[in-house]
């Protein structure tokens, strides 16, 4: 059986939300809203992530990160979304190198980009 790969590449996404989705029992409300908020962001941008020196775009930037999420929330060592920058947005669990992310043009670490964003979030709360 054939699968278009932008069917399958649309499945996995999916997949990878719902497993998220249901692995953030470690995170308390707000910090499920906000690493919920910070991934669509993520997908949402169109920004290009690099990882060990390899370009990605953002929806698998998106994916990754969730990946990660969900397999430090399975090991309890996310529990907010500070945490979550620092522990799945900043670099490589192999390499150790940064992560970036490249937006028009202007490279910087993305760990730096996400802390923008939840600061953002945290400020647009009532």
């Not at 029992?25 to 690493?35: I, T």
């Not at 309890?76 to 669990?93: L, M, P, Y």
């Not at 490249?102 to 490279?107: E, P, S, T, W």
């Not at 910087?108 to 400020?123: I, N």
């Amino acid at each position: 059986m054939y699968f278009h790969p932008h069917f399958a590449r649309t499945a996995m996404l999916l997949a990878l939300m719902v497993a998220t989705t249901v692995a953030h029992a470690g995170l308390d409300a707000q910090g499920q809203r906000e690493v919920d908020a910070l991934l669509a962001f993520v997908g949402n941008s169109h920004c290009t992530f690099i990882r060990n020196g390899k370009s990605y775009d953002a929806a698998d930037a998106q994916s990754h990160l969730a990946f990660k999420l969900n397999y430090l929330v399975q090991r309890d060592k996310v529990n907010n979304a500070d945490e979550f920058i620092e522990r799945a947005g900043t670099a490589s669990s192999l390499s150790g190198k940064p992560y970036l992310v490249n937006c028009d043009g202007n490279q910087r670490p993305s760990a730096d980009w996400l802390k923008e964003e939840l600061r953002h979030l945290r400020e647009a709360q009532p």
